[in-house]
């Protein structure tokens, strides 16, 4: 078996940040984020429940920034 480390997340080729998902775990959590966020749009509408449907919709970005950072590619200014 192969010890080789496969990132979920490609680096830009341009800038700072990770581009789209390069596996398929990448593509899971992608898919799982932004069902989290309809759903919380769903449960706190945001012309209702405002503050707790924000402090969702960050933690849901926060999480998925920490996901990012721990499985995408190592982060760094690039150019091509």
Known sequence: MSN???????ATPFG???????????WISVLSAIAL???????FPPETAALP???????IAAG??????LKGEPLG???E
């Open 4 to 10: 080789q480390h496969r990132y979920w997340f490609a």
């Open 16 to 26: 700072y940040g990770w581009w789209r998902p390069s596996h398929w775990l990448g």
């Open 37 to 43: 966020a309809m759903l919380a749009g769903h449960l």
């Open 53 to 59: 449907f924000w402090g969702t919709t960050a933690a």
């Open 64 to 69: 998925f920034l920490l996901l990012c950072w």
């Open 77 to 79: 200014k690039r150019r």
